[in-house]
């Protein structure tokens, strides 16, 4: 995954960054001979958002997280709306309000409600599709 990759998915999020800046965390990632991962991509992301702005959801957009317990089992969930404290998700047939919680410069939620092991989607789990 090359700086290009890493704009689209940024472009996405609403980012504003300059290419030299998603250079520098490639290289830092190849030089440790790493790969650099959608992982990698997520933290890149995260920790510009702490200098440029607030990453967030957007209505219309498709957000994937894996299970806590199952790294093999993947939710996906449509943003059907949004206000400043909640956005309404559609998985399946119900559109449920889920509330916004901030979180290293990203807004996240957890989608099937507050408990222990509660699968919590991030605005960074952005689902890259062509229709998307």
Not at 9 to 37: A, C, P, R
Not at 42 to 64: C, I, M, P, R
Not at 116 to 126: G, H, P
């Amino acid at each position: 995954m090359g700086p290009e990759t890493i704009i689209t998915f940024i472009k996405h999020n609403g980012i504003d960054i300059k290419k030299t800046e998603i250079q520098e965390i490639v290289k830092k990632y190849n030089e440790s001979q790493l790969f650099l991962t959608t992982k990698a991509t997520k933290e890149a992301v995260t920790f510009l958002s702490k200098e440029n702005s607030l990453v967030q959801f957007q209505v219309g957009k498709k957000y994937s997280t894996n299970s806590i317990c199952d790294s093999n089992c993947w939710f996906t969930f449509d943003i059907e709306k949004r206000t400043d404290k909640s956005v309404w998700i559609k998985d399946g047939k119900n559109i449920i309000r889920r509330k916004i919680d901030i979180w290293d410069g990203v807004e996240s939620i957890k989608p099937h409600g507050t408990y222990s092991m509660a699968t919590i989607l991030r605005a960074t789990d952005l689902k890259i599709l062509k229709n998307n």
